[in-house]
C-alpha cells in the first residue's frame, strides 16, 4: 500500500471508528461507558479531519508540508472517565454488550496504533514520521484507558483498590 492509499485507509478507519463509538454510545446504559464512547467519538473525529487536511494538502502540492500541526484537540480522556469512576455503584449499571463493545473497541485501538507505528517507519520525512508516531501513541491512550475500563466494570472491587491513593504513605 503506498503512502496516500494509507492516508486515505486512516481516514476510512477514523471515520468507522467514530460512527461504531457513537453507536456504542447512544447504546450504553452506563455513564461511564458511555462518556468514554463519547469521548473517544471526538477524538476519531478530530484525528479524521487532521489526516483528511492533511490528505488534500498532499493531493494539491505533491509533497509533504513543511508545517503539519502535531497538535489534536485535547480531551484527558483518561481524566474524563476516571472522574466517573470514583463512583462504585456506576461499575454495575452495564451489561455484557458494553464489555463486548469495549474488547472490540480495545482492538481496534491496538490495531490502529501498529498501523500508524508501521506508516511511520516508511517515512523518509522527520516531520511525517513524527505525525503517524503521533496518532499511534493517541491510540495507545485509547487503548489503556479502554482496557482500564474494562478491568472497572469487570471487578470492581480489585480496581478500586488499585486506584486508591488511601494509606499509601510508602512506609
Same mark, same amino acid.
Given at each position: ?12 478507519? $477514523?471515520? &468507522?471508528?467514530?460512527? *461504531? *463509538? ?6 450504553? /446504559?452506563?455513564?461511564?461507558? /458511555? ?21 488534500? @494538502? ?8 513543511? @508545517? ?13 472517565? =476516571?472522574? %466517573?469512576? +470514583?463512583? /462504585?455503584?456506576?461499575? &454495575?449499571?452495564?451489561?455484557?454488550? =458494553?464489555?463486548?463493545? %469495549?474488547?472490540? &473497541?480495545? $482492538? ?5 496504533? $501498529?498501523? *500508524? ?9 522527520? /516531520?511525517? +514520521? ?8 493517541? $491510540? ?7 482496557? =482500564?475500563?474494562?478491568? *472497572? %466494570?469487570?471487578?470492581? @472491587?480489585?480496581?478500586?483498590? @488499585?486506584? &486508591? ?7
Amino acid at each position: 500500500m503506498d503512502r496516500m492509499s494509507s492516508i486515505e485507509f486512516a481516514i476510512q478507519n $477514523e471515520h &468507522s471508528e467514530m460512527g *461504531y *463509538y457513537l453507536e456504542q454510545a447512544k447504546r450504553s /446504559k452506563n455513564d461511564v461507558v /458511555k462518556l468514554l464512547f463519547e469521548t473517544l467519538a471526538a477524538d476519531e473525529k478530530e484525528h479524521m479531519n487532521q489526516i483528511r487536511a492533511l490528505h488534500e @494538502e498532499l493531493t494539491a502540492r505533491g509533497t509533504w508540508p513543511e @508545517e503539519v500541526a502535531i497538535e489534536i484537540k485535547g480531551t484527558a480522556i483518561a481524566e474524563r472517565v =476516571d472522574e %466517573l469512576k +470514583r463512583d /462504585k455503584a456506576r461499575a &454495575s449499571a452495564h451489561d455484557d454488550d =458494553d464489555i463486548t463493545a %469495549l474488547k472490540k &473497541s480495545a $482492538e481496534a485501538e491496538a490495531r490502529g496504533a $501498529e498501523f *500508524y507505528t508501521d506508516l511511520a517507519g516508511k517515512c523518509d520525512n522527520p /516531520k511525517e +514520521r513524527e505525525f503517524f508516531r503521533f496518532l499511534a501513541n493517541i $491510540e495507545r491512550e485509547h487503548f489503556a484507558s479502554i482496557r =482500564d475500563s474494562i478491568f *472497572y %466494570l469487570e471487578d470492581p @472491587e480489585a480496581w478500586f483498590e @488499585e486506584n &486508591s491513593r488511601a494509606g499509601m504513605d510508602g512506609g
